[in-house]
Structures are given as structure tokens and as C-alpha cells.
């Protein structure tokens, strides 16, 4: 009896996730982690937003989709890991470590790395046979339009500091606007196995 005990205990715990609980959870790790972001690229700040005000641009960030209710959990689960995704590839450029301090950008690096890797533990039983489905979504799209006209407005401004500033300031926004998405996930049960 006791053997079964133990080894029904042992099941148990091998099947709690990061979360703590049974199943696939966003942690608070998770939540952490999009703080520290936040903190790092505040921190990145070289030039006053001020000095950099005729290169402003509205990049039309998807607002609300990204803190409205109009998604499903899968759905906004998908463009969360988008947005975490396109961010971490837009600092990942060879022309972006010429703009930054190599430390903080590093540690923004590793802190978008990590938010991606706790959200990969969940991606498969969020998105399941629905990923090919889910590649081609609206909402998903609106994530990469918006990216891509942050590249073309780098290129068209020749990748200058002001340029980098006013996507600096831009992607605060749009990781503010992410974390504001991770709370709504974790209000919809946190728990992603459910539907």
C-alpha cells in the first residue's frame, strides 16, 4: 500500500508544471520577466525623446486587439508569443547592437529568450493541430504588419539613434500592452489546457 502511495505521489509531482499546479500554467515568472523587460528597455534610453520628436511616427499598434476581449485564449495566447517573438528578432539585428549598450541589450535578449521558452512549455497545448490555422489569423497578421512597418521605418530612416529611440519608446508601448494581454490570460483560468 505504501509503495502505491508513493508512486501515485511521485506521478503527481512529475506532473505539476512551472505554475505549480497540474497542466500547462502562465507562471509568474512569466510576469517577471515582462517587468524586468520593461525596466531594461526604460534603462536603454540614450537620447531625450524630445530631441527626436520630427521623427515620431504611429506605427498603429494593434491597441485592441491586444487589450480588448474580441480573442479566444488561443487566439491571445498566439499574438502574445507574436509580439514577444517580433521584439525580441527586432533587437536581435546586426544594426540594432550598433544603436545600444551590448550589456542591457544582452539582458533584454536573454529576458525576451526566457518569457518565449515559459510560453514554448505552454504553445503546444494552447495551439495543438490548430497552429497552421492560427498562422494564418488576422490577429496574427496585424502583429507582423505592425512589426514590418517598424523595420521599413528603421530603413527609411537609415537606422539613425532618433530612429531607434522612437521604436525604443514605441516597443515600451507594445510590451506594456503584452503584459496587459498575459494578465487577461491569466484571468481567463490561467490554466491554457482548458478551452
Not at 112 to 117: G, R, S, V
Request: with cysteine; proline share 3%; net charge negative.
Amino acid at each position: 500500500m505504501a509503495f502505491v502511495l508513493s508512486l501515485l505521489m511521485a506521478l503527481v509531482l512529475v506532473s505539476y508544471g512551472p505554475g505549480g499546479s497540474l497542466g500547462c500554467y502562465l507562471s509568474r515568472r512569466l510576469m517577471l520577466d515582462a517587468r524586468e523587460n520593461l525596466r531594461l528597455l526604460d534603462r536603454m534610453n540614450r537620447l531625450s525623446p524630445h530631441s527626436c520628436l520630427q521623427d515620431r511616427k504611429d506605427f498603429g499598434l494593434p491597441q485592441e486587439m491586444v487589450e480588448g476581449d474580441q480573442l479566444q485564449k488561443d487566439q491571445a495566447f498566439s499574438v502574445l508569443y507574436e509580439m514577444l517573438q517580433q521584439t525580441f528578432n527586432l533587437f536581435r539585428t546586426e544594426r540594432s547592437s550598433a544603436a545600444w549598450n551590448t550589456i542591457l541589450l544582452e539582458q533584454l535578449h536573454t529576458g525576451l529568450q526566457q518569457q518565449l521558452e515559459d510560453l514554448d512549455t505552454c504553445r503546444g497545448l494552447v495551439m495543438g493541430e490548430k497552429d497552421s490555422e492560427l498562422g494564418k489569423m488576422d490577429p496574427i497578421m496585424t502583429v507582423k504588419k505592425y512589426f514590418q512597418g517598424i523595420h521599413d521605418y528603421l530603413q527609411e530612416k537609415e537606422y539613425s539613434d532618433c530612429a531607434w529611440e522612437i521604436v525604443r519608446v514605441e516597443m515600451m508601448r507594445a510590451l506594456t500592452s503584452s503584459t496587459t494581454l498575459q494578465k487577461r490570460l491569466t484571468k481567463m483560468g490561467g490554466d491554457l489546457n482548458s478551452p
